[in-house]
């Protein structure tokens, strides 16, 4: 009677994976090292020095929740998915014939790789100066190593833009190299995950009790930023000090915002807050009410309205670039004719009526607008190439000129361009 095969052990197995984990990496480091050569170089480099190699190697990308901050399973998982997605896309060209690899090959295999000429340093072994000049020269130079690290970095800091909602909670990243587990040799690339949630008060605005969230953006490179505003920067002479006030949005402010953009993605039109808030342009609406300007890529699409409330800023509300109540809109409604209920009838009144692949192709529409000061509209369909969200192939803006008469001569103020 034949004997029934034992199971392997864990041990074994654990044995087996480590095996085939190094006998992969190796074929990696070889596929990499001769063809960015264009000669078998692999083959002249001592198995020691290559098993050193893998000892102290780069590992797979770590992801971590930073200490005393909380992330959702859900979230984390989220993360971990798109990182991989992400590496995988991105790929890293060797500049002697033009060779490339994924991200995620390079940052284990293709820069584990940078250890051979220091460990051929301390060998005498034949062949050693043909070996590291090869390698310094086809696919070991410092251009290729910085540009993966670049595109690392550009991946975290989209990753941590991507996850970010001013409404709910804010989240950035972190990268560095650290001293993997025990009993593990090499370098963990170790990226950690960071959170905060914005502070929620009541402010009294005309004898109403308003519920807002302290504005504020988190970045890769800064962590988290709370905005603050000086009276300074906002043209006001007469404060009785020039000390920074925190900014606040209304609830009501920020679901204005979010149907007045539409058409990108929410992360992306939040970002731009932060970038126009760090540098603010103010000006005042005809009720002498202070505007900051939003800017996306340095085009106007908007205003915040706000007010000073016991020493803190107070966003009311967001007017997208041709609503009534900015220089723009004004001037728009003047020329045309057109009242709020009109704008919006028309869907003039948004960002994702600008995102059309048509918007440049009528010249008489584009006159309208231009001479309303809002010629940036136009600019924005070319430039949110990457994060438009919708596109259309029909306007509202053929509707508009029947609304207002196609053929109506209209005296026409122009609004200065900057």
């Known amino acids: 009677m034949a004997q029934r095969k034992k199971k392997p052990s864990g041990h074994k197995i654990q044995a087996l994976a480590i095996a085939q984990h190094k006998n992969e990496f190796m074929r990696k480091m070889k596929y990499i090292i001769n ?19 893998y000892l102290i190697r780069y590992h797979s990308l770590k992801i971590t929740v930073a200490k005393g901050h909380i992330v959702s399973e859900k979230m984390m998982a989220d993360v971990k998915e798109t990182f991989i ?76 833009f991507g996850i970010c909602n ?26 950690r995950i960071y959170t905060e949630e914005p502070k929620k008060i009541n402010v009294k605005i005309d004898g ?30 007469d404060w009785l000090n020039d000390q920074p006030m925190e900014v606040y949005i209304q609830s009501h402010a920020l679901r204005r915002f979010r149907e007045r953009t539409e058409g990108i993605y929410c992360f992306a039109a939040q970002y731009y807050i932060y970038k126009s808030f760090l540098k603010p342009n103010i000006c ?10 939003y800017r996306i890529m340095n085009s106007k699409a908007g205003y915040f309205r706000f007010d000073i409330v016991s020493n803190i800023i107070v966003i009311r509300t967001f007017l997208f670039l041709t609503n009534s109540g900015t220089p723009e809109g004004d001037l728009l409604g003047k020329n045309t004719g057109l009242k709020v209920l009109d704008k919006k009838y028309l869907a003039i009144d948004k960002l994702s009526s600008f995102m059309s692949s048509d918007i440049n192709k009528n010249e008489q529409v584009n006159k309208i607008f231009t001479d309303a000061g809002c010629q940036s509209l136009f600019e924005l369909h070319e430039m949110l190439g990457n994060i438009c ?18 053929n109506k001569t209209v005296t026409k103020e122009t609004i200065n361009a900057e």
């Open 284 to 293: 005042y609406d005809s009720n002498h009410n202070l505007l900051i300007e």
């Open 85 to 160: 997605d992400e590496l995988k896309k991105v790929t890293i060209e060797y500049p002697s014939n033009g060779f490339k690899i994924s991200l995620t090959d390079f940052m284990t295999v293709g820069i584990s790789m940078y250890s051979i000429s220091p460990l051929l340093e301390a060998a005498n072994i034949p062949n050693a100066n043909k070996i590291k000049l090869s390698l310094q020269q086809y696919c070991m130079n410092e251009k290729i190593r910085n540009g993966a690290i670049d595109h690392l970095l550009d991946i975290i800091q989209a990753i941590g």
């Open 166 to 191: 001013m409404e709910t909670r804010f989240y950035w990243l972190d990268y560095m190299l650290t001293d993997p587990d025990e009993n593990k040799h090499g370098l963990d690339h170790h990226i």
């Open 389 to 406: 969200i919708m596109h259309s192939n029909q306007t509202p803006f053929t509707l508009m000129l029947d609304y207002i008469g196609i």
């Open 35 to 53: 063809t960015s050569c264009g000669e078998d170089i692999y083959s002249l480099i001592p198995p020691r020095i290559l098993d050193k190699v």
């Open 208 to 237: 109403v009790s308003r519920p807002a969230l302290q504005l504020g953006w988190a970045g890769y490179s800064h962590g988290m930023t709370w905005f603050t505003l000086k009276p300074s920067q906002l043209n006001i002479s």
